[in-house]
């Protein structure tokens, strides 16, 4: 079987979870950016030149860290796709995810793991391909309120399909049974487990700047 997780940040947790499905499949890991987004926990290519689509070889090389490809170790291959920006109405971006779909559909199952409002426009490219939904939150972290009802709208959406999900907190799962209690075959409680790529990095690059 051949899985694509295409991860919308959540590198920490998505790295580790190619890994370990990897044993058990064929996998493909795809991070997903924009330009005008380009870091997340432990993936910072703020400095590298790239332009909007699949990344090649040798810039996906760059933008990932000596720790991350020391962690996958060459055990699965890794991708980088940049959108052009985080706007679900932008022209350029439904382009993209056209181009993406392409890539995608060579795929067995698709996993989406945390939300963009990009999968509503990859699905539309693959309407009868198998999906797996990973839900992070429910609700968006403190300094994201703004983006709460959209983020809110796309979860109910992924819950209401009939696609599996995956969610990582217990008191998310718990709540979501709660709301929607004719779903629960389709909903899965499988906590994130340690973020064992952290283990790669050593103290001192995670100590705050001193002032």
Do not use: C
Not at 109 to 127: D, E, R, S, T, Y
């Amino acid at each position: 079987m051949k899985v694509a997780i295409v991860s919308f940040g959540h590198a920490d947790s998505a790295i580790p979870m190619a890994k370990w499905i990897s044993e058990k499949a064929e996998v493909e890991l795809f991070f997903t950016f924009s330009l005008n987004k380009r870091k997340n926990n432990v993936i910072d290519f703020e400095d590298v030149n790239v332009t909007t689509g699949l990344q090649d070889k040798e810039t996906t090389e760059k933008s990932f860290s000596e720790e991350v490809k020391e962690y996958v170790n060459g055990q699965f291959p890794v991708h980088l796709f940049i959108y052009k920006n985080l706007k679900l109405k932008s022209p350029a971006n439904w382009k993209l995810s056209k181009r993406f779909a392409k890539i995608l559909r060579k795929f067995d199952v698709i996993h989406f793991n945390g939300k963009n409002m990009a999968i509503l426009q990859l699905k539309m490219f693959m309407p009868f391909k198998k999906f797996v939904f990973t839900i992070h939150d429910l609700e968006n972290h403190t300094g994201e309120q703004a983006k709460n009802v959209v983020g809110r709208n796309l979860n109910k959406y992924i819950i209401k399909s009939k696609s599996p999900i995956v969610i990582q907190n217990k008191t998310d799962y718990n709540e979501v049974l709660e709301m929607y209690p004719t779903k629960k075959q389709k909903i899965h409680f499988i906590p994130f487990g340690i973020l064992e790529i952290y283990r790669h990095y050593k103290n001192e690059d995670f100590k705050a700047p001193e002032h």
